[in-house]
């Protein structure tokens, strides 16, 4: 079975500043998607940026973009001009094609002013 | 645009009793999937659906049950409602079984 692994439970950032959230996975698989979601205290998922394992390219989306490291097994989120409002849980999560979503324990970012 | 409703959006129920949650995927989606988040956890997967017919399983328990039905909204049917069956229920929508899953606001259900 896959396992995602989060390794940092907590992250604290100032507003403005740079942060990367890590995110590794194990996965015997060559073909495979992986994605970065947002939970607000809201607690709704949003969906922050996605990953096909066979582009090498690492994908963006304005402030957000991924360091995709595919022999690594490595997949972490950089959170460039952080704003109060990207304060949330992230979670990192793979999915084979086609199937579920296996997430992982998932990071608590702080934004301070 | 139109996003994932679920309905209702928050649920009491007693011990014992039953619960039925409804996803209504986003338009010209055909692909949905049922997760259940307890507190403080991350998301864990329940069932999914592609084209009205069960496509994956996960920690499903048996007294739980689901279907994806003509219009491709689908419910999940949930019996003899446990204590620990409180959580937060999330439905998810793709265009295909390869794309990308939307959420859902999630249903809040509380068993007393």
């Known amino acids: 079975a896959q396992t995602v692994t989060q390794s940092q439970p907590e992250m604290s950032v100032q507003e403005a500043e740079t942060v990367t959230l890590s995110c590794t996975y194990d996965?015997?698989?060559?073909?495979?998607?992986l994605f970065w979601y947002k939970q607000p205290p809201s607690r709704q998922m949003i969906l922050v940026i996605r990953?096909?394992?066979?582009?090498?390219q690492n994908a963006t989306e304005n402030r957000f973009s991924v360091n995709f490291q595919k022999a690594a097994k490595s997949f972490s989120l950089k959170i460039s001009d952080s704003q109060l409002g990207d304060a949330a849980m992230y979670f990192c999560a793979y999915s084979s094609s086609g199937y579920a979503l296996n997430f992982g324990k998932g990071t608590s970012l702080l934004v301070t002013p | 645009a139109a996003g994932v409703i679920q309905s209702p959006r928050h649920l009491i129920k007693e011990k014992r009793e039953t619960a039925t949650l409804k996803c209504y995927p986003i338009?010209?989606?055909?692909?949905v999937y049922w997760y259940q988040q307890g507190p403080g956890q991350d998301p864990q997967f329940l069932i999914s659906f592609y084209e009205k017919m069960q496509s994956d399983k996960g920690s499903i328990p048996d007294r739980f049950s689901a279907q994806q039905f003509s219009d491709y909204h689908s419910e999940l049917n949930m019996s003899s409602l446990e204590l620990g069956d409180s959580a937060l229920y999330f439905c998810a929508s793709s265009l295909s079984y390869t794309d990308t899953q939307y959420f859902g606001p999630g249903t809040r259900l509380t068993v007393l």
């Open positions: 338009p010209r989606h055909d692909t």
């Open positions: 990953q096909e394992a066979y582009k090498q």
């Open positions: 996965t015997s698989e060559s073909d495979y998607y």
